[in-house]
């Protein structure tokens, strides 16, 4: 069966986005694992409000994946980059019997804390970014507890840390 990864950054207390979803905080010096990572998947999940970031961007930052946006507005634009998914639970089912490599969560909060509740995520790998934003969205809104395996750590030299974490089911 296909492995739903989360990839994912936040602030020491656990900010994935500011107040207003500003991610200005974010690194971008170096690839912190992101390309090599990519090559194991060819589908990504993510929430409209991510979609609709990741579509201001010069380019399309899921080239070459199947990308699927969960949304309650049906009467969202289509777009060739992205199918949109209106039932999340038929979505995750349906994901996790087709044949392929991993599939990613991307973000936001509610589809982490969706696919979180629903047991249907496998691995966290969370990047800790150096700093204390205060207030922001969270990476883990009012999500259901969960036990995790710590799989691996690397710290970078900018202070950023990778933590890997297979969910325990």
Known sequence: MR?????????????????????????????????????????????????ELAASFPEWPYAEKKCYVLTRNKKIKKDARAEFVFDAKKLMEKLQKEKGNGILVVGGGEVVKLFLNENCLDELIVFVHPLILGKGIPLFPKATKKKLKLLNTHAFNTGLVRLHYAVEK
């Open 3 to 51: 492995k739903i990864k989360l990839f994912i950054a936040c602030s020491l207390d656990g900010f994935i986005a500011g107040e207003k979803g500003e991610i200005d905080w974010l690194f971008t010096d170096q690839d912190y694992g992101y390309t090599p990572f990519m090559k194991g998947v060819d589908s990504c999940v993510m929430g409209r409000k991510t979609y």
